[in-house]
């Protein structure tokens, strides 16, 4: 009995030794599932033309595509209406006029972070007063030669309907490329919001200066 008594203290001292080793153990054993330890990574959408026909050659049809229609877990207010797709042609933009935003009687917080969006995404072009002028163009001293668009302040911009504003952030337009990876669909209509916000306001204001009698 002493001798266990002696033998186990010993035993648990050897162990805390092995453990000391100063020896780093670089391999981690055997995995039971490698595939779902190492996973192959891959950019969406990365692979190039000639990528996928190296795959089509081995009978692995492959596009990293959404089928079309379907939506993305998580995503709101889908946008049916298609870019269009050949140069000039303008139908689908024109059919995003009768698109009206789902988001209405935006509380001050949520009016807030869309502000805050705007700022992030597009301030930079269209400026914090929306006038056209952020520091890209930055009254034509910016690397930006041409004025982006006047969101308050220009009658084509503030009469523009908010669907067809959805349709410009969403597939592009002009100079201006797509913000749909940068802002998912409750954003995108949270921005516009903002904008018409912007715009309603100054629209009051010029209606106050022509009811006083002083110019706009």
């Known amino acids: 009995?002493?001798?266990?008594?002696?033998?186990?203290?010993?035993?648990?001292?050897?162990?805390?030794?092995?453990?000391?080793?100063?020896?780093?153990?670089?391999?981690?054993?055997?995995?039971?599932?490698p595939d779902m330890t190492y996973s192959r990574a891959y950019e969406t959408y990365a692979l190039t033309p000639e990528e996928k026909e190296i795959l089509l050659k081995k009978g692995i049809h492959f596009s990293n595509i959404p089928v079309k229609g379907t939506l993305k877990r998580g995503a709101l207010f889908p946008f049916d209406i298609p870019m269009d797709s050949v140069a000039g042609d303008t139908t689908n933009y024109v059919a995003s006029k009768q698109v009206k935003n789902p988001l209405t009687g935006l509380?001050?917080?949520?009016?807030?972070?869309?502000?805050?969006?705007?700022?992030?995404?597009?301030?930079?072009?269209?400026?914090?007063?929306?006038?056209?002028?952020?520091?890209?163009?930055k009254g034509g001293d910016g690397p930006f030669p041409a004025k982006p668009a006047t969101l308050v302040g220009d009658v084509k911009y503030e009469a523009m309907p908010e669907g067809q504003m959805y349709y410009s952030v969403t597939y592009g337009k002009n100079k201006m490329g797509s913000y749909a990876s940068q802002l998912d669909t409750r954003q995108r209509w949270m921005v516009i919001a903002y904008i018409k916000s912007k715009q309603a306001g100054s629209k009051q204001v010029a209606a106050v200066s022509d009811s006083t009698g002083n110019k706009k």
């Open 1 to 33: 009995m002493q001798i266990q008594k002696k033998l186990i203290p010993f035993c648990l001292s050897l162990a805390l030794l092995a453990s000391c080793s100063s020896d780093v153990r670089r391999d981690t054993g055997r995995i039971y599932m």
């Open 107 to 137: 509380d001050e917080i949520t009016m807030t972070e869309a502000k805050r969006l705007y700022l992030v995404n597009c301030g930079i072009c269209h400026g914090t007063k929306l006038d056209g002028n952020g520091p890209l163009y």
